[in-house]
């Protein structure tokens, strides 16, 4: 063999050198857990009667027509508490129930574009306060505690 063409055939890969010969540690502050059994636990705080984990959605329906049900529906199986509606194209400044315990509090000038809502389950429809319909694109609810 010719040594000029030929590359040195004694490289070697080592273990330390190789990208599966160490593996860097877990990174973590480990705040709020507590060691048990060799097992990471986190450790459970105490929950003020006035604190409730609210699950808010955003959804653009392009029309509100025939879509209640549908929504109602969707709201259940995502446990959503309130979900803000763009472009429900109806008329008016109402309220109207929407099934399964969902209400859609709405507002738009033609039923043409726009339009804007909010639904809310049955826990927060209770604690409506005020509904502020500003325009067809605006719509304010303030609930109590």
């Not at 040594?3 to 599966?20: I, V």
């Not at 529906?73 to 803000?84: E, F, Q, S, Y």
């Amino acid at each position: 063999m010719d040594s000029k063409n030929h590359t040195s055939d004694r490289a070697r890969a080592y273990p330390t050198g190789d990208a599966q010969g160490q593996h860097p540690a877990p990174v973590g502050n480990g705040q709020g857990l507590s060691h048990r059994n060799g097992r990471v636990r986190r450790k459970k705080r105490a929950r003020s009667v006035r604190q409730l984990r609210l699950m808010c959605a955003s959804w653009t329906v392009g029309t509100m027509s025939g879509r209640g049900r549908e929504l109602a529906d969707v709201l259940k199986r995502r446990p959503i508490n309130a979900a803000c509606l763009q472009e429900t194209k109806w008329k008016g400044a109402r309220a109207r129930e929407i099934g399964e315990g969902y209400k859609l509090f709405y507002c738009g000038s033609d039923g043409k574009r726009n339009g804007v809502g909010i639904v809310l389950d049955s826990t927060l429809k209770e604690c409506v306060v005020d509904v502020k319909r500003v325009n067809d694109r605006l719509i304010a609810i303030a609930l109590n505690e």
